[in-house]
């Protein structure tokens, strides 16, 4: 039997992107609610809590274009001509969130203008990773090995929807880890922006993927087919379970218990993603197959990627255990 | 006439976008290694001014190392955003050696950067120098994988091509190794240990001008002064020996680099003129007869090819070549220059106490990365019209792209990049006229203002203490 490596490849890239965004997108969240807490010592705190991490979460996105560019050089060479507005939108906005960890403690006078670059640029960022999200799942129209569409098709009703819900989930994320990591003031102020996020995300959970199959036969198929329905059921049945102990864990004031709930739902969401991708890599042009680089090209950088990955992961966990506690007791700079 | 402009846009973009971004790289490639050294000289010596000055430069490289990777991050994706079909033709060949680059080199770097930077208290002096030089290690495995692409690139090796037209490997040991690979890596790594090594000069010779200079300042400027007097030497060597190797694989880069037009025996070295792409010629041309082919072919009446060997459409725009070159070697004669007076001040025992040599460094700072931009221009604009050489044209690899969206880019780009990056370098700036203190802190003190660094310090060394209570 010979291994698939197209499909192994497709599942690495696959779990690179959901690392990125679970990770990421927490530090996104937490930007994206910053302008919501006033106080100094508050602001202080959230940066604080995942300062010595962001940047680590951050080199996912890079492993994700990067291993595209590797092993899926058709798709990479068609998703980014075709996204290349909300893309370049995002690297600028990446650039000025990324900037505020460092710039933001090197001037008193100057603090509005990187607590703005941050809020902003994390805002900015989660839109415009929503938005080409969206895109995405429309569908990208694929001749002589590349985009053939418009400049503008990414921007549609569903994309601008799939843009604001994905601010809403990240901002969920964010304040069930500002829960896990803060205390006091800061962590009463997560436990309300956690109850407006989560029910902001079941609302925008459900609106997507009403609306997904809508879009197109073979997702419409995917869900909603016969016996199919019966393989893709335990997900909604998984998401009403999530739900239920986000419910609980923000109603008894745990700890842990509603950011695990959040990264539920998102890996949840995810699975969704790739049931209705499959087995297109770009949704009805291209699919994993017909995308993969050469035999070679796959094998090579998987043995490399096999010895690395696990590597990656024990330093990762232990950077997250050296740092892991409250960031602030009694409350920095207050 | 539109695609031209939009390819033209995009080539823009493009060198806009990395001459920005590997400064810093370059930077925090000999900064990294620099803090790596100090961190071990404290283990070694136990002298509380290692440690001073290694928490001195740690905040410096904080800042250097996110500009560098916010910058990193828009390269990754920019090869697809404009330029998608080299992207689709190379990905086999060149995407594996940028996907070892992210998982050996850019993980190890963030793994570790948080521990390197504050973890000091938390992990013990012990596992905090492993985690120091693994950053070190991650920016110079960084250098191996991305010039070892680059470099493929300019002497394609171990390759053929498929049906869909995609470059394909026969030879992954080739495809790496490929012939310019070792000369461009070694000349890139010491040019960025000699950029870092005269900016840690500046900065010590800034503060031995100074009123009260202390021990910090002097080691730096011995420090940097000492890889002044042996490093620049080796580079100059490592770049004639880069050079000949380009000559071997890309003679028409030599020859517009050497403004030679016509092919002789006995070819001139050509210090300094005017080529004129027009006429054909190096107009004004002050020269030493023969050395030209002394030193391309050690022999002096070698021949040497011209440009006029290649077709018109097959050159490289001969003007920014020729003129980088020589902005690059002069500053490379002037670092040797730097190292050979500190030698003969050492020697004179008046290394701490030369104004005029303290003022020199200073002006001397910036140099490396001058230098470096010019050489790269000079390699990069020598490639073309090629990014394959000789396989591919630059104009074959661009994406499809409205020129109204790439000019928007380019000016979003170029708005954000002075904007962000300026504030930045105001910042490094600032630092680095500050003194190093006698007792730098590791974390920042409780007012905030002199809080250099990213610090989730006090607050979290608040946190131990009443863990621990």
């Known amino acids: ?334 | 006439m539109e695609t031209f402009d939009a390819l033209l846009l995009a080539r823009i973009q493009f060198a806009f976008t990395i001459s920005a971004h590997i400064i810093f790289p370059a930077f925090s490639i000999g900064l990294a290694s620099y803090l790596a050294v100090l961190n071990g000289l404290w283990l070694l010596s136990g002298r509380g001014v290692f440690l001073n000055l290694f928490d001195y430069w740690k905040k410096i490289f904080a800042v250097a190392f996110g500009m560098g990777v916010v910058s990193g991050v828009v390269m990754t994706y920019q090869f697809g955003t404009n330029w998608s079909v080299f992207s689709d033709r190379t990905g086999p060949v060149l995407g594996p050696l940028m996907a070892y680059e992210v998982l050996a080199a850019f993980f190890l770097e963030a793994g570790f950067l948080g521990i390197m930077l504050f973890g000091r208290e938390r992990v013990g002096r012990g596992l905090h120098f492993f985690a120091t030089l693994m950053v070190a290690l991650g920016t110079l495995l960084s250098a191996f994988w991305i010039l070892s692409a680059n470099s493929w690139m300019h002497t394609p090796a171990g390759y053929a091509v498929n049906d869909a037209g995609q470059f394909i490997v026969t030879d992954w040991w080739a495809v790496i190794f490929n012939p310019s690979f070792p000369y461009r890596l070694v000349h890139m790594v010491l040019a960025a240990y000699l950029t870092t090594a005269f900016v840690v000069g500046a900065v010590g010779a800034y503060h031995l001008l100074g009123d009260r200079p202390g021990p910090a300042a002097r080691i730096m400027f011995s420090m940097a002064m000492w890889m002044a007097a042996v490093v620049a030497p080796v580079q100059i060597l490592a770049g004639d020996l880069h050079g000949l190797n380009t000559l071997k694989h890309q003679p028409a880069k030599i020859a517009a680099m050497e403004g030679h037009f016509d092919t002789v025996a006995g070819a001139p070295l050509i210090l300094f003129g005017i080529p004129n792409s027009a006429e054909e010629r190096t107009d004004y041309a002050i020269s030493i007869p023969k050395l030209g082919s002394l030193i391309l072919t050690h022999d002096p009446n070698g021949v040497v090819r011209g440009l006029k060997e290649w077709p018109k459409h097959e050159r490289p725009p001969v003007g920014i070549v020729f003129w980088t070159f020589r902005i690059m070697v002069g500053i490379g004669f002037a670092m040797l220059g730097m190292g050979a007076w500190s030698l003969w001040l050492r020697y004179r025992r008046r290394l701490y106490d030369t104004p005029w040599m303290h003022r020199a460094a200073i002006l001397m700072g910036p140099s490396g990365f001058a230098a470096l931009l010019a050489g790269w221009f000079t390699t990069e604009v020598g490639r073309q019209p090629y990014t394959v050489y000789g396989l591919m044209t630059t104009a074959e690899s661009v994406s499809a792209i409205d020129a109204a969206a790439v000019g928007a880019s380019l000016v979003a780009f170029v708005v954000v990049y002075f904007a962000i990056f300026g504030a930045g370098t105001f910042y490094i700036v600032r630092l680095m006229r500050r003194p190093p203190a006698l007792a730098e802190p590791d974390l920042p003190a409780d007012e905030p203002i002199r809080a250099a660094g990213l610090m989730p310090g006090p607050v979290l060394r608040r946190a131990k203490r009443g863990a621990a209570a």
């Not at chain 1, 490849?9 to 696959?14: D, F, P, R, T």
């Not at chain 1, 049931?275 to 950088?301: C, E, M, N, Q, R």
């Not at chain 1, 043995?303 to 690395?308: H, K, N, Q, T």
């Open chain 1, 1 to 334: 039997m010979t291994l698939d490596l197209a499909l192994i490849w497709a599942g690495l890239i696959a779990l690179s992107v959901l690392v990125y965004v679970v990770l990421d997108g927490f530090d996104l969240g937490i930007g994206i609610l910053f302008p919501l807490v006033k106080s100094e010592a508050g602001r202080d705190q959230m940066m604080n809590s995942v300062a010595p991490v962001w940047d680590g979460n951050q080199t996912w996105l890079v492993l994700g274009g990067g291993g595209l560019f590797a092993v899926f050089p058709l798709a990479y060479a068609v998703i980014m001509p075709a996204l290349y507005v909300p893309i370049i939108v995002m690297l600028l906005a990446l650039i000025f969130r990324g900037v505020a960890f460092e710039y933001r403690w090197k001037t008193r006078r100057g603090k509005f203008v990187w607590d703005a670059s941050f809020a902003g640029g994390s805002m900015l960022a989660t839109f415009a990773q929503g938005i080409a999200l969206g895109a995405l799942v429309q569908g990208i129209p694929v001749a002589n090995r590349a985009y053939a569409g418009g400049w503008w098709d990414w921007l549609t009703p569903f994309s601008v929807l799939t843009g604001i819900a994905l601010m809403v989930g990240y901002g969920l994320l964010g304040a069930t880890w500002l829960i896990y990591k803060t205390d006091g003031e800061l962590q009463r102020a997560a436990y309300r922006f956690a109850w407006m996020a989560g029910m902001g995300m079941l609302a925008m959970i459900g609106t997507v993927s009403l609306w997904t199959p809508f879009l197109n036969e073979n997702y419409m198929a995917r869900w909603f087919g016969w016996p199919q329905l019966l393989y893709v059921m335990p997900v909604p049945l998984l998401v009403a379970l999530c739900a239920f102990a986000l419910y609980r864990g923000l109603s008894t004031k745990r700890q842990l218990m509603p950011f695990l709930a959040s990264l539920g739902l998102f890996i949840l969401s995810f699975v969704g993603l790739v049931i209705s991708f499959f087995p297109y890599i770009v949704p009805s042009s291209v699919t994993i197959w017909s995308a993969a680089a050469p035999h070679d090209s796959l094998l090579f950088t998987l043995v490399g990627a096999a010895v690395l990955l696990p590597i990656i992961f024990i330093y990762t966990i232990h950077a997250y255990w050296v740092f892991r506690g409250k960031v602030g007791t009694t409350g920095g700079y207050r």
